[in-house]
């Protein structure tokens, strides 16, 4: 197979319209928006980090193609973290990863604030990286058939190979009626490649089958202190039954322990199973996205390969607490999957997201200061903050972030303090900051969310400004599409 070479994409281009099948048979597990939190009665704020760009990259097959993304299917925190942002390189990998607080004012409330907190990992270089052992998981059942599944995963895989090392090894496990190997482990590009050539679709859906024996083949070439993954690539259109749901993410945490994680690539249109993908993804400590074009393919699996592969950090959770004395309410924009109990985050047996060489993570609350109108009215009964928080004046919140190394089992712990000061300085977002705040006004805008207070559409647009980079030029489009299916 025949792989084009990488051509930079021109300014404005934005990715063909294909047609749906039929939207309404795909299956989403959309979370209600996060509500409001009064400071005084839930101080702390916990969630796992989340490096999945899924949500993003559906939510533009479906506006490509003339029709707004189901509510359900949209998660905004994706959305934002689909983008690069500005963050500081960290400089020792004994931490690794930078950590970056600021605050600005919101552009949709003049009664709140932005708090946004950004982590990077470290990146590493070809030579640097360990070696992988990789099963390609493909089904290949006749829903896979159309020119947007499995010809699209051909390609996808096929350029994955390309970026691999002499040291690496893939195998291809597929399931249609049933499961088989069709490719023993190599490095052999061209025998990767052929074997991908000769795969049609056809059958009925044994995933279940097709993902115990992609692990079993992922065990046998364990390669200690590497990378082993299942890539499972699908449609997510599992014939797996509700009780055989459970079974089947008991065997990918039981794999997860041993060290073999799990990596889901959604395709198609018309029966695709999103909830499937993306929580399968979640137990399997690895990525869950969603490859609409040969591009995304590109993004994800060459460009953002070292990401997407190699993890740098494990069990990853953000804790937040606010001090009632400056913040008196707050709200966490996305995550909604992700919310861990405030106990979760000291227990280092909970398990919580993973970041890859290169990844970042971007979060954002928005928060109400002590004395302005907020979205909850006062309390008659309300207590005053109590002499801890007023002595801490000076304070906004205290961040806390826990992680494990790659080879670890006990998590180490950093912190920061947002200073009440920072409040004060905010002004409107700019530069990097506004467009963040951009995605997840329209994030939030797609979801339905009634605290957007009329920000539009085209309010996004001007918060985003002129961009240079493609990916951030297609947002632009693919927002000035959504306003005008809006009707403005």
């Known amino acids: 197979m025949r792989v084009a070479p990488a051509i930079a994409p021109a300014p404005g281009f934005v ?20 509500p409001v939190k009064l400071t005084s009665a839930e101080p702390v704020s916990t969630f796992s980090v989340d490096v999945d760009t899924g949500a993003y990259a559906n939510a533009r097959r479906f ?25 500081d390189r960290p400089t020792d990998r004994s931490q690794p990863f930078t950590v970056t607080t600021d605050v600005a004012k919101t552009p949709w409330n003049a009664d709140t604030y932005l708090m946004r907190i950004g982590l990077r990992g470290y990146d590493i270089d070809r030579a640097e990286r360990p070696p992988a052992n990789l099963v390609f998981l493909m089904d290949v059942s006749g829903s896979m058939a159309s020119p947007d599944k499995l010809p699209l995963v ?29 490719l023993e482990p190599t490095n052999d590009v061209k025998k990767i490649r052929r074997a991908l050539d000769e795969l049609s679709a056809g059958g009925s859906t044994a995933g279940g089958a097709g993902l115990q024996l992609a692990y079993n083949i992922a065990e046998d070439n364990f390669i200690e202190g ?19 749901q459970k079974a089947l993410v008991e065997m990918i945490e039981g794999y997860r322990d041993r060290n073999i994680t799990l990596t889901t690539l959604g395709f198609g249109t018309g029966n695709y199973n999103e909830t499937m993908m993306e929580q399968i993804a979640n137990h399997g400590n690895g990525n869950y996205a969603y490859i609409d074009t040969a591009l995304e393919a590109k ?37 909604e999957n992700r919310a861990l109990r405030e106990e979760d985050f000291d227990n280092d047996r909970v398990d ?27 309390r008659r009964y309300e207590d005053a903050p109590q002499s801890e928080a ?99």
Do not use: C
Not at 165 to 176: E, H, L, P
Not at 314 to 331: H, L
């Open 15 to 34: 990715p063909p319209v294909v047609v749906a099948t039929d939207p309404g048979r795909e299956r989403y597990d959309g979370e209600e928006v996060s």
């Open 63 to 87: 506006l490509t193609q003339g029709t707004m993304p189901p509510q359900a299917a949209v998660r905004t925190e994706e959305m934002i973290n689909y983008f690069r942002y500005d963050y």
């Open 154 to 182: 051909k390609t996808a895989l096929s350029g994955l190979a390309g970026e691999l090392s002499a040291k690496d090894r893939v195998s291809i496990v597929v399931y249609a009626g049933a499961a088989g190997l069709v």
């Open 226 to 244: 590497g990378v082993n993954r299942v890539i499972l690539a699908t449609d997510g259109d599992f014939n797996v039954g509700v009780s055989d």
């Open 299 to 335: 993004k994800v699996l060459g460009d953002e390969m070292s990401s997407t592969l190699f993890t740098i950090a494990k069990d990853v959770k953000i804790q937040v607490e606010f001090n009632p004395a400056v913040i008196s309410q707050y709200r966490l924009v996305g995550y």
């Open 352 to 378: 919580a997201g993973d970041i890859g060489a290169g990844h970042q993570v971007t979060a954002i609350y928005e928060v109400v200061p002590t004395g302005a109108r907020g979205w909850i009215a006062p």
């Open 390 to 488: 007023a002595r801490r004046m000076a304070e906004a919140a205290h961040v806390k972030l826990r992680y494990k190394l790659p080879d670890g089992d006990t998590s180490k712990l950093i912190d920061y303090v947002v200073t009440s000061d920072q409040l004060k300085a905010a002004r409107a977002p700019r530069g990097d900051f506004a467009f963040a705040a951009a995605v997840a006004a329209f994030g939030q805008i797609l979801r339905g969310d009634e605290k957007m207070q009329g920000f539009d559409h085209d309010d996004v647009g001007a918060l985003a400004g002129r961009q240079d980079d493609f990916w951030r030029q297609e947002f632009l489009q693919l927002n000035a599409l959504a306003a005008s299916m809006k009707g403005g």
